[in-house]
């Protein structure tokens, strides 16, 4: 019998410490009845304190529904970025297609530099050395 008896104990002790720490983990929001402070009072009464943060002080917590998972093919959010991305690539594949166009022209024959004077002067040149 006394074994009955600290089997019993040592599963109170283990349900108690259980529902402090749900009732320490618990949102404030979602804890119904008395604040969380008197919570842990009340729990600390062997196994019916227990019981009664359960039932009464742990609220369910907002009832939302579950988030709706949409395919990428059906959010519009999504088909408008891909779309906006698919602007974008041309856009930049216009403009690459500019600048390789006008590398390719060079610049405007009145544009381009004079060709530097190869030798003015006869070949010699003051600071070359004469082999």
């Not at 019998?1 to 019993?8: E, L, Q």
């Not at 009664?52 to 959010?77: E, N, Q």
């Amino acid at each position: 019998m006394a074994r009955f008896w600290v089997i019993a104990a040592v599963i109170a002790a283990a349900f108690m410490i259980y529902s402090l720490v749900d009732c320490a983990m618990t949102d404030r929001a979602r804890v119904r009845g008395p604040r969380k402070g008197l919570w842990f009072l009340i729990i600390l009464l062997p196994v019916i304190g227990g019981v009664l943060w359960f039932l009464v002080g742990r609220g369910r917590g907002p009832a939302r529904p579950a988030a709706r998972s949409v395919a990428p093919d059906d959010d519009p959010a999504f088909l408008r970025r891909l779309a906006h991305d698919a602007d974008q690539e041309e856009r930049i594949r216009r403009l690459e297609q500019e600048l390789a166009d006008l590398d390719a022209d060079g610049p405007p024959p009145g544009e381009r530099l004079p060709e530097p004077d190869k030798d003015t002067d006869g070949g010699d040149k003051p600071d070359r050395r004469d082999a």
